[in-house]
């Protein structure tokens, strides 16, 4: 699974059916203020150009960073581990003659950092995996989520008990390189009267009863199955067991079921199918408040899937957009005893810049960014919060589009 996502260079991506009746999208004047900074447009460009060529040289590249201070692109380059080539030479000169020819605008400097994204990656999976080795069931137990990062190559680790002698455990088994910091478990967050197409944003409900007043989960990106060929709908595997009926808005109004859930260890998503029963699904998407929404169109997808520095929002049905700063894209954490202790890793973290943050009711929700005129670019679906980086702000989670698609055997739909 994981060779399959990491030979995943773009998401496939498939055009809205004509025959669907779509609403009308609103005029471009009356959309509201652009939420992605523009010359971070030009930014994300270069990263997803670059991530395409990084695909031949994993031991060199370590992501892409946007520094919208000093609005500046930096690659992250890796040294090679012992007897293995250096490539670095080449493939800054790959990248450097990729930007030159599509005329790039944007400042980028190579920076030096310990580690590879595969190499991130492998100490997470050492660290998390081999918990019961070096820390024995308390750090099982007590070792809620780790990330790598990139700059410095140390792992931090949040632990929620039995910090000083984990921290001993730890350090034995793997020096300075990881440090533990008190933390707690992902909080799982748990519009309101839409119609068929299915919009992503939408309000959900996994009962006739419950109340209607703030939402249960929130409705993610709809999608093409590739085994199937048909459409779906979409939300976080954590909300509800498959085969459960979901409804928007009025009481009787039931959209279809919940199918396949993807909440495994070892995995990188937390999502569920949702079968489409009556109606249908299109590539559109709420942006904007619970109440006071505006209907946009998906149009792109984060194809890179290593960029972070940039600023991405989550559109849920409860507590609206929030928006934050991409922190790292190698999150991991585990879920409780309700979910078999699932550890879930690459996933991406996001710092809270504005609002409260994603909240409960804005779980699967959809995570994007716009451009000139509203349109929409897919980066992922909203899971929960927690404090990432050991700092005592809460951060929050989503699932990548890239891993998603990897993952489901989906497209997303777009127009």
């Given at each position: 699974m994981a060779a399959t996502a990491a030979m995943l260079v773009a998401v496939a991506l498939t055009n809205s059916s004509a025959a669907l009746a779509v609403p009308t999208p609103e005029a471009a004047g009356k959309l509201p203020t652009n939420i992605t900074?523009?010359?971070?447009?030009?930014?994300?460009?270069?990263?997803?150009?670059?991530?395409?060529?990084?695909?031949?040289?994993?031991?060199?590249?370590?992501?892409?960073?946007?520094?919208?201070?000093?609005?500046?692109?930096?690659?992250?380059?890796?040294?090679?581990?012992?007897?293995?080539a250096d490539l670095r030479t080449v493939f800054q000169q790959a990248v450097t003659g990729k930007l030159r020819s599509a005329k790039s605008p944007v400042k980028t400097v190579f920076r030096p950092v310990p580690l590879s994204l595969d190499g991130q990656q492998a100490l997470l999976d050492t660290f998390m995996a081999g918990r019961a080795k070096w820390g024995g069931q308390s750090a099982v137990r007590n070792v809620v989520g780790a990330t790598v990062d990139a700059k410095t190559g140390t792992l931090f680790a949040q632990v929620s008990g039995d910090l000083a002698a984990l921290r001993t455990a730890a350090q034995r088994r793997f020096g300075k390189t990881v440090s533990l910091r008190?933390?707690?478990?992902?909080?799982?967050?748990?519009?309101?009267?839409?119609?068929?197409?299915?919009t992503a944003?939408?309000?959900?409900?996994?009962?006739?009863?419950?109340?209607?007043?703030?939402?249960?989960?929130?409705?993610?990106y709809n999608w093409r199955r590739w085994a199937d060929n048909l459409r779906y709908a979409s939300t976080a595997g954590h909300c509800w067991a498959p085969g459960t009926s979901l409804?928007?808005?009025?009481?009787?109004?039931?959209?279809?079921?919940?199918?396949?859930?993807?909440?495994?260890?070892g995995e990188y998503v937390d999502f569920e199918y949702i079968r489409i029963t009556y109606g249908s699904v299109d590539n559109s998407v709420w942006v904007g408040g619970t109440r006071d929404a505006s209907h946009r169109r998906v149009l792109w997808a984060d194809n890179d899937g290593?960029?972070?520095?940039?600023?991405?929002?989550?559109?849920?049905?409860?507590?609206g957009l929030n928006c934050g700063v991409i922190l790292n894209r190698t999150t991991t954490f585990n879920y409780g005893a309700e979910y078999g202790y699932a550890s879930l890793s690459k996933l991406t973290c996001v710092s809270k810049v504005t609002g409260y943050g994603p909240g409960p009711g804005d779980s699967g929700g959809p995570v994007l960014t716009t451009a000139t005129g509203g349109a929409v670019k897919a980066w992922?679906?909203?899971?929960?919060?927690?404090?990432?980086?050991g700092d005592g702000d809460e951060?929050?989670?989503f699932a990548g589009i890239k891993n998603i698609a990897a993952r489901v055997g989906a497209s997303l739909i777009v127009s």
């Open positions: 900074p523009v010359d971070q447009i030009p930014a994300e460009d270069a990263g997803a150009q670059i991530a395409a060529i990084a695909a031949a040289y994993p031991e060199a590249f370590a992501g892409t960073h946007w520094d919208a201070a000093t609005k500046t692109l930096y690659v992250n380059v890796a040294a090679p581990r012992a007897k293995r008190p933390g707690t478990a992902i909080k799982l967050d748990d519009r309101y009267y839409s119609s068929s197409p299915w944003g939408n309000a959900l409900w996994g009962s006739q009863d419950a109340s209607r007043s703030t939402a249960q989960c929130t409705q993610g409804y928007n808005g009025l009481p009787d109004q039931r959209i279809g079921y919940v199918g396949t859930r993807y909440l495994n260890t290593t960029q972070t520095g940039v600023t991405v929002c989550s559109s849920g049905a409860n507590f992922g679906q909203y899971i929960g919060r927690k404090d990432c980086d951060d929050w989670v």
